[in-house]
């Protein structure tokens, strides 16, 4: 059962722009001239990527605040 709940949520996103599937790989970030690569979900289709809510409000907020306090 394991299995197949994981597989289950391996195809459980859809792309809200064109309704390709989402795929984890690394996507380029740049916040104030600064850039970083991130492990995320992305279109196979037209590449628009899904920021989850853990990395928007935990890493990426993160990130801000010690580049903002530079």
Known sequence: MNNTLKLTQKHLWKCGKCGGDLQ?????ASYLGND??????????????LIDEE???????????S???K
């Open 24 to 28: 984890r790989g690394l996507v380029k």
């Open 55 to 65: 990395l928007a409000l935990g890493k990426m907020f993160e990130v801000e605040q």
């Open 67 to 69: 580049l903002e306090d």
């Open 36 to 49: 970083f690569e991130v492990e995320e979900l992305k279109c196979v289709n037209c590449g628009l990527v």
